[in-house]
């Protein structure tokens, strides 16, 4: 196959190898390099599918002085492909720097689509996911873990999240602490694995079940939580919405809230979080 001079974004299978695409495989036989995040790693996978290809290992810890050597071969005429260790490159894995570098450097980027651990869980959660933020990790300190949290806490769209098996239990208890209880959320387990299992319930509860079943705690995990929305005591007069709308159409959200409250004498704040939640 002839390939295009430009570096290839290639997704790979999460769990289940059914998953890689021909195209992807069609790609990664016809580039002349792959960046690898792991190249002892993606050995096992690429030679699975009878891909011999040249490698190169292109990480977090070197990406930036690696970014420009694979421009250099970019305008030697060689096309590369970027791979991680598993699902879309770039997603809380390496190669922002590379992509940046190489279409700074005038040359093509190329997408290919295929397997996301985040928008696969995403799509059998369950939760909302018109709106939605990938949030990556969370931090491994306690203290910035529910300082992330609490920055989150109003947010009114599904939160998306990676957590470490050793730290489920860690981040699950925080959420509690800041986020409270009886937020829902789901844990997905193992995704497109044999062992694949999805949690769900009030945090309060997946902890708990989680807390219970040290199987719970193995595995790749991605943990989604429902965004923040007004409580039923928290209800407007639909005559406030009405305005709160009328002056977003001029001025910004917070303003808007502020001058709405004022006119008809309900919590500011109320109003903003609605503001929020609907996307004024």
Known sequence: MDQTVALYIVPTPIGNLGDMSSRAI?????????????????GKLLSHFGIDTRTTALHDHN????????????AAGQSVALISDAGTPLISDPGYH?????????????????P????????ASGLPSDRFSF?????????????KL?????????????????RIEHSLTTMVEVLGGDRQVVMAREVTKTFETFLCGQVSEVLEKVSRDPN????????MVHGFHLSDD???????????????????????????????????NALYKYGLEVGL
């Open 135 to 147: 949030e990556g990790f969370l931090p491994s300190k306690e203290k910035a873990r529910a300082d």
């Open 63 to 74: 990406e930036r002085a690696r970014a420009q050597w694979i421009v250099e071969q970019l």
């Open 234 to 268: 928290e209800a407007l007069p639909t005559v406030a919405i009405n305005s709160l709308k009328l002056l977003c159409e001029e001025l910004p959200l917070k303003k808007a809230a502020a001058l709405a409250a004022q006119i008809h004498g309900v919590k500011k």
């Open 26 to 42: 069609e790609v990664l036989q016809g580039v002349s390099l792959i960046a690898c995040e792991d190249t002892r790693h993606s």
């Open 116 to 123: 996301c651990a985040a928008i696969t869980a995403l799509s």
């Open 150 to 166: 609490l920055a989150l806490k109003e947010d009114p769209r599904t939160l998306i999240f990676y957590e470490s098996p050793h």
């Open 216 to 223: 719970q705690q193995k595995g790749e995990i991605v943990l």
């Open 98 to 114: 590379l992509v940046s570098h190489v279409r700074e450097s005038g040359f093509n980027v190329i997408p290919l689509p295929g």
